[in-house]
């Protein structure tokens, strides 16, 4: 910038100085300079469905170009109604109950700024999804992180009770989980409920990874229990089920209460979501065949992943959601072991040729448990160069 004209930009005091840039972005941008095969962010390496694509060419040529309803094309509401019922027997009225969102991640925040006022805690479950903490500190809100159990990532309902207080506003829970694909099971849900029950502290559910849940299991949306339904923010998103993570359109399903606060900031904050996708996704989803045969098609890549795994050094963690698989490094045979999980998923990006993630960066305090994250969201062939590179290790 022309600083001739003595032109000064103001010094800030940042609103999040703890926040760079995220490790995602940072690991792609390495695995695409160093040319690795990229296991990190998680995004498919696959196209979507033409016919979602067509559906999108076709909304725009009869003229859907124009601001949609602030909460969401009325078809788009309606068909994410008709899910919620028929897949979680959640009777909820598409007009006062369903918002579409930017994505997930609009959702999140936006059901943040709704809800906490400044001093109010939130609880959050580590390892977290990376804009979870960040979102309640630009609200004010105070960060209570409760750990998930090392090793099998379980949730530890005695410390979620114990930090449950006068201040805590809302607890965030993440099933199936990023990073480590853990699915909460019935009653682990089921106590969640009765904790909750004598409070007022509300429930933030991401669930955008509830349909790929594997081996049988069955995804335990909080809409599938009356008394976390009736306190929760429910958040899906298209990115993640139909392959279209560029597209950042999601969905969050509320009482009607929550969902008219949700809305006072959702309309000052993105006002609408773009209205083609809206009516495209709301065609496509007329057809349920697609969400209910992710499972098996994320199941087959997860299997011939861990299959591949198995034949290295790499310790497997289970997997039973998400497209994501968690790896223990310490039986490796090189002495990169020892480093920190951060220096290892460089390393290993640089000198073997395949991106991954640490799972130190869902910590607020960095704990490395020797495990890195892959993402298995991506074609055979890309699966098996990267198991051909850790092989060697
Ligand atoms: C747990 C979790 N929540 C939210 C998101 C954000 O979803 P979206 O792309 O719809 O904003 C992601 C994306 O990776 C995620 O893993």
């Given amino acids: ?6 032109a000064r930009t103001p010094a800030l005091t940042s609103r999040l100085p703890q926040v760079g840039t995220t490790i995602f972005t940072v690991m792609s941008a390495l695995a695409a300079e160093v040319g690795a095969v990229n296991l990190g962010q998680g995004f498919p390496d696959f196209d979507c469905d033409p016919e979602l694509v067509n559906a999108v ?12 309803p602030m909460p969401g094309v009325p078809a788009l509401r309606q068909a994410m109604a008709a899910k919620m019922q028929s897949l979680y027997g959640l009777r909820c009225d598409p007009n006062t109950e369903i918002t579409v969102t930017a994505g997930a991640t609009q959702a999140i925040l936006t059901a943040i700024l709704a809800v906490v006022h400044p001093g109010d805690e939130v609880i959050v479950l580590e390892p977290c ?18 750990p998930l159990v090392p090793g099998t990532f379980r949730p530890d309902f005695d410390a979620i009770a114990a930090a449950i207080t006068p201040r805590t506003r809302a607890l965030m829970i993440n099933s199936p989980h990023n990073p480590s694909g853990q699915v909460w099971s019935a009653e682990d849900m089921q106590r969640l409920d009765e904790l909750l029950a004598p409070t007022d502290v509300l429930l933030i559910s991401d669930e955008v990874y509830e349909h790929m849940v594997y081996d049988g299991q069955q995804h335990l949306s ?24 560029g597209w950042k359109v999601g969905t969050v399903v509320a009482p009607a209460p929550l969902t008219a ?41 997860r299997d011939l992943f861990r299959e591949g ?40 990006t640089r000198e073997i040729g395949v991106a991954a993630i640490p799972l130190s960066a869902f910590y607020g305090n960095g704990f490395d448990q020797k495990v890195v994250r892959f993402c298995f969201a991506k074609k055979d062939e890309t699966l098996k160069a990267a198991l051909d590179r850790l092989a060697r290790l």
């Fill in 129 to 146: 999804y990376d804009s979870y903490v960040p979102n309640i500190e630009l609200a004010g809100g105070k960060v209570v992180r409760v």
């Fill in 222 to 245: 909080a809409a599938r229990f009356p008394g976390l339904a009736a306190r929760a923010f429910i958040v899906s998103s298209f990115g993640k089920t139909y392959h279209v993570t």
């Fill in 57 to 68: 060419t076709r909304a725009m040529q009869a003229g859907h170009n124009q601001y949609p």
């Fill in 309 to 348: 795994l198995a034949q290295t050094r790499f310790r497997l963690l289970p997997g039973q959601g998400t497209y994501f698989q968690c790896v223990g490094i310490e039986n490796l045979a090189v002495a990169e072991r020892d480093l920190p999980e951060g220096e290892f998923c460089q390393w290993l």
């Fill in 261 to 301: 606060e949700f809305r006072k900031v959702h309309q000052f904050n993105v006002f609408t979501v773009n209205t083609p996708m809206q009516h495209a996704l709301a065609a496509y989803m007329a057809d349920p065949a697609p969400y209910l045969q992710l499972s098996d098609f994320y199941q087959r890549k």
């Fill in 1 to 6: 910038m022309d600083t001739a004209t003595q």
